[in-house]
């Protein structure tokens, strides 16, 4: 795994207790996005580097998450049917960017959007979904800090699943190990992926996501 770690004690020290951010684990010119499949469309991801296969439907939408424990609460620590492996997906900041630009909110907050009928427009304009959800600790439990996780369709998912990634990983014996620490509630123990703050090289771009 190329992915650096660090104690889960030691990130508690160095990320934010609240507020709207993208933590991810990054170098500096790339950064990691989680999800998590079914075997047969990780097995075809990791030997061809690319998403697709039989299993893969690039006609529906994919979401992401560069967050890795709001990752493990989603797939619940690749326990959930058809979530059982999770993939890291390397990509350029530039391209992520990219993603992040062209994402409207999945739904209306008066905060966000002028209107609804603004936020309908960017909608129906845009190809990726984008929401700010609570983020949780290992165990589950929601924080007050909010981690985003992007919705992919159409165009934007091609381009990111066949052009965009640099690299796949399979990360589930990690996710396995990590998870008899949490399972025996044994934090002190627990590593995870060394993540931090990421902010877009476009401010503009951070403005119109939200990012607080």
Known sequence: MQIKTESYAEAQLVLPADGRHILAHQTNEQLVVYQAYKPAIADYAVANQVLGGPEFNYGRMSWIKPNFLWMMCSCGWASKENQERVLAFWLDKKDFDEILGQAAFST???GNYASEA???KDLASKAVRLQWDPDHNPYGDKLHRRAIQLGLKGEVLERFGKQQVRLIEDITDFVHAQKQHVDSRQLEQLIVP?????LPADPGIAMSIGIA
């Open 194 to 198: 060394q993540e931090r703050v990421y």
């Open 108 to 110: 209306f907050t008066a």
């Open 118 to 120: 603004e936020w309908k």
